[in-house]
């Protein structure tokens, strides 16, 4: 079963981030007037090379920090559970089986397990790993880790998931498998994604909006819109359709270090 | 998912292998039980040939002799460092979690404390403990006391550096979902510290018994009744070898019973989840 996606362009406004600024100890400029429209059913890569505020602007999407100056306005105002995470490390408490750990942002919200167990079981499942539900992280491996991380920051069907550099530090076939099922998943369950990456092929495979940022101070300079249509496979990685993507993402990337030399 | 091949492929490397883990666990039984025996069989030889008096090296029979001979006496005595050494465990449990929380939700409390806490730390208890003697009325407490002030820093230095070593990224993500203060510390804050928590306490089961052992010394029997340090203190005004050594023996083996429980309350809480409990094949 498909989710509905209206075509860019004719989507509801889920989130805007207008001037945004963030200065560290009075003169890391880490973002200068940073503007950005987030609308519902996007999946937006923030493309830009290190240290150019990609994890600044989800740390203030996410409300870690506040501004210097500039808003970030929810459309219709943050309420709880609008938001889920993925870190670049699984972020998973060793202590807790994967299954607790799934359970997490709604024994935040003082629900215990048996009243949202199927949400929980369905969450593993649409990961692939209901059948490690009493595992402990150590018992499994990276990509698995990572997997029942994205199934956290899914469960309560937050209105945007926010994902920073999730399989970097993957290998290249996990990272692949990964991106994948990360696609699948969204055609299932139809939710909007902000992932950060550096990796120019990831962000053309996945997302429908690349935002390419270039730092010092951390800017958007570029947004590209990436008109291939889901669902995407392995095929789509060898299209010509793909490689031109490819390159003018990666053109944009290269401008975006220059800029900053 | 993949498949995982759990049939053994036993050639005859892996099973030069095997012989050779099953020799090695053999040895961690044998060779010290046998060093024990040569060294309890020589110690015999030597009193006997040499006709060495009892009251200057009693040998291990008479030892064994006096632990069975003695029991009524030592037994209670036993009972009563035990007695001390516990109370004075859970009261540095309760004292050292109970400081390390509250320096953790308050830096004000612990730069006002921290200090102290050394400083109990670093005197001898040795020197304390004749102080605590004459200003606390009840010499059981001054007894509990001393061995409390032996036991409790290395429950609260540990605690306090686990309670603060919890991920930043879960920090994060506990900030996310809106975790209340009290989520925070049953949740994360709490689990982060607990194999820092039991590494404390491991330390501090040893210390405890030391603690009682100087404090039986110092106090006497006024406040702690008869023990087995007190015990061991009079057979020696007695010239009574054999049961100096008994007690001296029964201590050693009280402190090892401490550590002992301490590993396995440290191993029932953390072989499940934690990387100092997981076995490399
Ligand atoms: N907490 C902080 N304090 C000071 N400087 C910071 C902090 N966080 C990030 N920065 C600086 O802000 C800039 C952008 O960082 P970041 O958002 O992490 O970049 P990216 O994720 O794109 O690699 C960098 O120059 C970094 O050193
Ligand atoms: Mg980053």
Known sequence: MAIQRA?????????RMSHVEKTFRGDVVALKNMNLVVNQGDFISLLG???CGKSTALRLIAGLMRPTSGQINWQGGQGEGDLGVVFQEPTLMPWASVKHNVWLPYRMRGKSYSSVKDEVLHALKLVGLEKFQNAYPRELSGGMKMRVSIARAMVTKPR???????FAALDEITRHKLNNDLLALRERIGCTVIFVTHS?????????????????PGRVIRELDVTAPYPRDEAFRTSPEYAEHARLASDALHQAIEVAA | MTQVDTTPILDAEEEAHAKREKLIKLARWTLPSLVLFLTLASWQAYVTIAEVPHYVLPSPLLIAETLVKDWEILWPALIVTGRLTLIAL???????????????QSKWIEMSLFPYAVVLQVTPVVAIAPLLQIYVDSAFVAALLCAWIVAF??????????????DHNLQDLFTIYGATGWQRLRYLTAPSALPFFLGGLKIAGGLALIGAVVAEFVIGRAGTGLGLASTLLEASYRFNFGRLYAALILISVMGVVVFALMSLISHLCLFRWHESALKRE
Do not use: C, H, Q, Y
Request: glycine residues 10%.
């Open chain 1, 7 to 15: 075509p860019l362009g004719e989507r509801d406004e889920l989130l």
């Open chain 1, 49 to 51: 090379p290190s240290g």
């Open chain 1, 160 to 166: 945007l998931i926010l994902m920073d550099e999730p």
């Open chain 1, 200 to 216: 120019v092929f990831e962000s053309v495979f996945l997302s429908d909006r690349i935002v390419v940022m270039a730092a010092r």
């Open chain 2, 90 to 104: 859970i009261l540095a449990v309760i004292g050292g979690v109970g400081l390390a929380v509250a320096f953790t």
């Open chain 2, 153 to 166: 820093f290395p429950i609260l230095s540990n605690t306090t550096i686990g309670l603060k070593s919890a």
